[in-house]
């Protein structure tokens, strides 16, 4: 019951935020023009709450939270409303009557809007300061990339492509760019063994072209270093009956050393119904402690080994893994206008793989994977939620730019012919165009839906 109602507070929040901003864009640029804007809605449907403003707009909250819009007077859409009919009407700015210029700032305030969100998250985040994990390898997972590469436990990942990083959320953007690309990605590193540099490569062939069902770190085949810390001892397992306690920091399981959750679950897992040795630290204290590992049956009536406990990751004992990171107010705003710019290059990089089918469409989430994104950064805390904002506002500005009619793009699309042709376009041609570009909009739509729908079954 909690995790649905952190859900469903985590959405609103976000919708709220992301797409009234959008609208505010949209909103203040026709005010700024004189433009009369008859009505300012978040969401579809049937309106919930309703407001006046002493200009006559109508301010509307509706039961379908999947976008919203600002209908101005003169201006005609199939996903708004009807215009009201008022005797004052008649001597107010109407949409049609501005310039084509003034139209395209009104049509591109809403996707600006929210690369300025996104601005201002990113440069509150870097003023507050973060904590990152360095990219310290925790475990290398067999027949991986990262074992063609060389890398070892231990190992901390200096550059990518020649682009030094100094976090695993750095490493992760890089290796999102080579998403569904061939050739070699050139990886340079330190070994914990020598504390020598060197250097690797890893050959990929239309890589993660198909959906994709894990972090793209762990695609690469390596797990973030950690400490394994008990977290929860199950009554009746075998870590009760040895007398592990909550809070132990498993170390090494018989003679191996543990720095990676699934590098800890992998191990126990191909040693069911045996007895062995675990270093743990307790407190300050090191010791072994003897164990007999369990079993289960996996789905295909394979023993694998359990020991009864809950884990986590624990950074107590190895605070160097650790990177703070805090700007000052000039260098914050610098930073965060890159790291929009950068995101922006990203996703148009992502969406044109799409286009030629180097990157499935089966990787486009609807409203259900945004909603389980949300709840998730929301648990990890304010600023891992106010960055997911920051990434959700970038997708949706950019998705509106998408030159389909009744989107922002496709506006500026119709504007931009409008002048060419240097006359304004038929009513006849818009209506068409409207339902082409409303048709194409329902269809990705449904499409994203039925995709967060597979993940689920």
């Known amino acids: 019951m909690l995790n649905f109602f952190i859900t469903l507070i985590s959405i609103i929040t976000l919708i709220i935020i992301v797409i009234g901003v959008h609208e505010l864009g949209h909103f203040l640029a026709a005010r700024k023009f004189g433009v009369h804007v008859i009505r300012f809605k978040i969401g579809f449907g049937k309106t919930l709450l309703s407001k006046f403003d002493e200009k006559g707009t109508e301010y509307s909250l509706g039961i379908l939270p999947l976008g919203g819009y600002v209908q101005m007077l003169g201006e005609e859409n199939p996903l708004q409303g009807t215009e009201r009919e008022e005797d004052s009407q008649s001597k107010q700015v109407s949409y049609p009557e501005v310039s084509l210029g003034a139209r395209a700032v009104i049509t591109a305030a809403g996707p ?33 990339l990262a074992e063609q590469v060389g890398l070892e436990v231990g190992d ?207 990787n486009i989430g609807g409203p259900i994977e945004i909603g389980k994104i949300a709840a998730l950064s929301a648990k990890a805390g304010l600023l891992p939620f106010i960055s997911m904002i920051a990434l959700i506002s970038i997708n949706l500005g950019l998705i509106n730019l998408l030159p389909i009619p009744i989107l922002d793009g496709g506006q500026l699309v119709l504007i931009a012919i409008e002048k060419i042709k240097g006359s304004p376009l038929s009513q006849v041609f818009i209506e068409y165009t409207y339902r082409i570009g409303l048709l194409l909009v329902i269809s990705l739509m449904l499409f994203a839906v039925f995709n967060d729908i597979s993940r689920m079954v």
Do not use: C
């Open 112 to 144: 600006i809007a929210n690369f300025l969100l996104a601005i201002f998250i990113f440069f509150l985040v870097f003023l507050v300061g973060t904590k990152e994990l360095a990219p310290v390898v925790g475990y290398v997972h067999q027949a991986s």
């Open 156 to 362: 901390r990942i200096l550059s990518v492509d020649k682009e030094e990083i100094t976090s695993l959320s750095e490493l992760n953007d890089l290796l999102v760019s080579r998403i569904g690309e061939s050739g070699t990605i050139h990886i340079k590193f330190l070994k914990e063994k020598t504390g020598k540099e060197k250097a690797g490569s890893a050959y990929i062939q239309d890589w993660l072209n198909s959906e994709l069902d894990q972090s793209i770190i762990r695609s690469f085949g390596i797990e973030r270093f950690s400490t394994v810390e008990v977290s929860e001892v199950i009554p009746g397992g075998s870590a009760e009956k040895s007398g592990l306690l909550k809070g132990d920091k498993i170390l090494e399981v018989g003679k191996t050393s543990v720095h990676s959750l699934t590098h800890f679950v992998d191990v126990i897992s191909q040693m069911p119904e045996t007895s062995t040795l675990f270093l743990i630290k307790r407190d300050q204290n090191n010791f072994v402690h003897p164990i007999t590992i369990g079993f289960d049956l996996n789905d295909l009536g394979v023993k694998r080994g359990l020991i009864g406990v809950g884990i986590k990751e624990n950074y107590d004992e190895i605070p160097e893994i650790i990177v703070f990171s805090k700007k000052g107010p000039f260098e914050a705003i610098y930073l965060a206008t890159e790291k929009t710019y950068k995101t922006i290059i990203l996703l148009l990089d992502f969406i044109g793989k799409m286009i030629t089918g180097s990157v499935s469409s089966e």
